[in-house]
């Protein structure tokens, strides 16, 4: 864990020391193999087409099944702290695609393998697709897959009984930058300024009083998991009409300013 928060007897100890620090938490980052909270696979029946490789057709027969997956989603604060920003793979998918693993659990084996990527790609969604009560889009990552019953048929007979419905990606970070609340550090509250507003989950980086921007990353894999421990589940309703991007003076019309309780946020919070 490279930030412990649960250390810090109070939000302007945290600050003080993330300010300090955040040369060498940002190295750390870059240094990690990070696995990202998971997002699920979307199964829904309207607006279909707008999500899915809807040609998609299962040949159980013959030990091979399709699926489209959502491995990432951005704007989304994480356990981590972190947001991944609109194109944060986009240089990794157009110099490796075809090398992007389909694995599961993310274990780095020959025989953690459980299909191929026919395509991995970045696309807009709406945050009301999404679960979320926010107008607007944002952009996730999203995979179609062809899944291999040789290659694993447990993991096999989930996806075909739609089982699995969580993924997670394996990444190594390459532009990562800290978003703070704090006008003092005139970087990182340009950052905060700027990037706050497009978040799916503001309040919980306003709680925080930063987060750490990740403009770009190398994508290894993305894999099938168990449960995910993000609060961001995809389930698709009906499409909503959709707004303009907020600006921060808008979404802090919009949040009211919580009265921090420091013990609250290091008991709610989950930290990896």
Known sequence: MILDISKFTN???LIDYVKTNKEDIISLKKAQVKHTNPFGVIEIEQNVSKVFNTSNVDDVASGTIKRTIIGNTYNY???HYDVHLNGIFSKSISERKNKIL???????????KVGKFEDVYEKEIEWMDLGINKLGRTMALFGDSNIYKDLNSQIFNQYLKGEIDQHSVGMVY????LAIDDDMDREGYANWNTYLPRL???EKAIEL??????????LIEISAVLEGSNDLTPTIPNKQTQEEEPTIEKVTQEIKEPEI????IVKNIKIK
């Open 102 to 112: 389909h694995l599961h659990d993310h274990l780095y084996q020959t025989t953690a």
């Open 261 to 264: 309780n420091f013990d609250e």
């Open 174 to 177: 390459v532009k990562v930058e």
């Open 200 to 202: 799916g989950n503001p």
């Open 11 to 13: 939000k302007k100890e």
């Open 209 to 218: 009083g930063f987060f750490f921007v990740v403009k770009e990353a190398k």
């Open 77 to 79: 604060m994480d356990s």
